[in-house]
């Protein structure tokens, strides 16, 4: 028996022509689809709880920017006021903070996962270098993220990256031009790092994210070792 009917047989959750077993009053019109039984365990939890991440971080981003001033000599104070005057400022902005770190770990989770089933082969290629761009979009919002408080930390980490990205070879101080406004961290850096954080990453974030789930529901999930 093939391995789909044979699922059916097994488990009435399992996928069928008449929804997946999802009874009729439960389905989300074009949503509805069941999850395979080999799908239905921990670590195929963690694509899922990357893009709640998302969610959170996004809106406690909204709460952070009512307040958040992107220019040098605002930037550290105003921080400071969310954290100390504003009211639940400091939960707001822990979950923002916790949340961007969480996010990484679930991402790398998720790597992990495909990887291990290799989910990534054919025809699911393109699912997956989808994925490599998010993640890389994911390592621009903690980058850019980091120097927003304006202070020591932030300089430090974003100096660091700064160099970093200065040593790829023939581009690399191009590179740093362009990223950082100038020939390193200063003033145009915090503009740029800001503007990238609240607008182009975001938008990145959603277009990849849509193309990624598109893909998925198109491939479904893969089929087990
Ligand atoms: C914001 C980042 C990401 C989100 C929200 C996300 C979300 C998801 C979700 C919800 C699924 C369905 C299955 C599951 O949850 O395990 C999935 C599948 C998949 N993801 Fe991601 N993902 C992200 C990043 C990545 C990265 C970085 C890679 C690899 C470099 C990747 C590769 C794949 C592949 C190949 C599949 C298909 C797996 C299968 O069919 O079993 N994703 N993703």
Redesign the pocket.
């Known amino acids: 028996m093939d391995r789909d009917v044979a699922h059916i047989a097994d488990d009435p959750l399992a996928p069928s022509k008449d929804g997946g077993g999802i009874p009729p009053d439960h389905r989300v019109g074009w949503l509805a689809r069941s999850v395979p039984v080999h799908?239905r365990s921990f670590w195929?939890?963690?694509?899922?709880l990357?893009?709640f991440t998302?969610f959170m971080l996004a809106a406690s981003g909204a709460f952070l920017a009512l307040y958040y001033e992107p220019t040098p000599d605002r930037a550290y104070a105003s921080i400071f006021y969310i954290s100390n005057y504003v009211k639940y400022g400091w939960l707001i902005r822990s979950i923002h903070g916790w949340g961007a770190r969480l996010?990484v770990a679930f991402?790398v989770v998720?790597?992990v996962?495909?990887?291990v089933?290799a989910?990534?082969k054919h025809p699911?290629e393109f699912?997956?270098v989808?994925?490599?761009l998010?993640?890389v979009?994911?390592m621009g919002f903690n980058l850019t993220g980091d120097l927003l408080p304006w202070d020591q930390k932030a300089f430090a980490t974003s100096a660091a990256a700064l160099s970093l990205l200065g040593q790829v070879p023939l581009v690399g101080d191009a590179l740093v031009r362009i990223v950082a406004g100038g020939a390193g961290l200063g003033a145009p850096t915090l503009t740029r790092f800001y503007s990238a954080h609240i607008m182009l990453l975001p938008a990145l974030?959603l277009g990849?994210?849509l193309l990624?789930?598109r893909?998925?529901r198109r491939?479904?999930?893969?089929g087990p070792l």
Do not use: D, E, K, N
């Open positions: 799908a195929y939890c963690f694509g899922g990357t893009l998302a996010m991402l998720h790597m996962r495909v990887y089933t989910s990534y699911r699912t997956w989808v994925g490599v998010l993640f979009v994911t974030l990849l994210v990624h789930f893909m998925v491939h479904g999930i893969a």
